[in-house]
């Protein structure tokens, strides 16, 4: 029986072209001889293969190189045929070990988009900007998730273009399971966890500051867990009422719209004045309405426990109990949130839906001359449909057929949303050419919150 080293070199090649990284097949090499043997200098080709990915983008960066080492840099290959007399695996071996400036990952020498990495003073790596994002996280997009956690100085790397650094996800897990409980780990205990840190460094700094704001609420709501509940529960709206909310599905999914009502409440417990509301409200719109429709729905499920209690049969005297109380008031506040008329369910004028498009179409479409090209961004579904196929006008924002062109291409998402929803993930065709469908993209592994 062949074993994965006995097998003929061609073929091993074309395994490795279907590794996911360059780096995976030096591993690969590394594990005997055999495979060493054979996919390192017999396996030129290959690694040709490897670094000709970016051939317009090759150049050499000597002042790099000093920093790292005095040997002279080793020469890209240039764009062009392939030529044998050329050692291709010594030039991808010496951007692997650092000594010439390439992304580690995907060989990419494009300069513009280098991020050299330096954790705690010493240099780690060089990535490209798209690599970079998927090994490290933004110590302050880090902290907001993970309030508690202290993070030591040598696990930060400080970019000159990024203020509060960036830490690596294997260092940012290693953290939060070295500092923090089980409990606090997983998705169900966050906000709790994150709330009472909050509250603790409130009552430690500004001593009286709680009770003063609020002290027309219930002694158990200071722990969290009742906004915590109604957060679950408009998270389980979120995701099973697909007629009414399912049109936001493909902007946020039921993880984003949970994380997204927790920042927005956990925005209060940071504000000590009126006047701190006032610039947070400024700052973060969306975030602070989610705060609002988050408090009082909470108010209203404690002042009405407060009004059943001197009652004699409680909540047994209310239709359908205490539960279907608290899923009416979170569906009734939820289409508050998303600018919905009650009544109607007519979708109005709504920041929290314009800052997702816009979040959106950042992603899938670019920004400023990126999105350029795509003018005059008129809707090829419209075009398509035959007349009375559709009716023109349901009452919702941005519904109606559009045969002329809109002035944003955010304007032209919202409208395949509202009107087109079930093809909003397919290709948009343009006045200009075509938007292709998002990609399933990469997620980080510390998204599994579960795991750790």
């Known amino acids: 029986m062949s074993t994965l080293d006995t097998l003929p070199i061609e073929l091993l090649i ?202 027309e609420i219930d002694h158990r709501m200071m722990y969290g867990t009742e906004m915590d509940g109604v957060i679950k529960v408009m998270t389980r709206i979120y995701e099973t009422d697909k007629a009414t909310f399912g049109r936001y599905w493909p902007l946020a999914g039921r993880e984003e719209f949970r994380e997204y009502l927790e920042d927005g409440v956990l925005m209060f417990v940071q504000a000590l004045s009126a006047s701190v509301l006032r610039v947070v409200r400024a700052e973060n719109p969306q975030g602070f309405r989610a705060g609002q429709i988050i408090w009082r729905t909470t108010e209203d499920l404690f002042h009405t426990d407060y009004k059943h209690l001197w009652e004699g049969n409680g909540w047994a005297s209310v239709p359908g109990g205490r539960n279907k109380f608290l899923w009416d008031t979170c569906r009734k506040y939820m289409m508050m949130l998303f600018g919905q008329d009650r009544e109607t369910g007519r979708q109005l004028s709504c920041l929290l839906l314009s800052d997702w498009v816009d979040s959106y179409t950042a992603k899938r479409v670019g920004t400023g001359q990126s999105e350029h090209k795509y003018r005059p961004y008129t809707c090829q579904f419209c075009r398509d449909e035959k007349p009375g196929e559709k009716a023109d006008w349901d009452g919702n924002y941005s519904s109606e057929r559009a045969l002329d062109g809109f002035p944003h291409i955010s304007g032209l998402a919202t409208h395949i949303l509202m009107r087109h929803n079930d093809r909003f993930a397919e290709r948009w065709v343009t006045g200009g050419g075509v938007v292709e469908p998002m990609e399933e993209g990469w997620q980080p592994f510390w998204k599994d919150l579960k795991a750790l």
């Open 14 to 215: 074309q395994i490795c072209l279907f590794l996911p990284l360059p780096r995976d097949t030096k591993l690969l090499a590394s594990t005997c001889r055999n495979l060493r043997n054979k996919l390192t200098i017999p396996s030129n080709f290959l690694w040709y293969t490897f670094l000709s990915k970016y051939p317009k983008l090759r150049h050499n960066n000597h002042s790099f190189h000093t920093i790292i080492s005095n040997n002279p840099p080793p020469v890209c290959v240039a764009s062009g045929k392939y030529d044998q007399r050329v050692n291709y695996y010594s030039q991808a071996l010496a951007i692997l070990c650092g000594r010439t400036m390439a992304c580690f990952d995907c060989f990419n020498t494009n300069k513009r988009s280098f991020r050299i990495v330096y954790v705690g003073g010493i240099y780690y790596r060089t990535y490209c900007a798209s690599c970079y994002e998927r090994y490290f996280w933004l110590v302050s997009d880090f902290l907001m998730h993970w309030p508690e956690i202290k993070v030591p100085p040598t696990l930060i790397d400080n970019q000159p273009n990024v203020w509060s650094g960036a830490i690596h996800y294997n260092d940012a897990i290693f953290l939060i399971k070295d500092q923090l409980p089980p409990r606090a780990r997983i998705i169900s205990g966050r906000f709790v966890s994150k709330w009472t840190y909050k509250i603790n460094i409130r009552k430690t700094t500004y001593p009286g500051s709680v009770a003063a704001i609020w002290s």
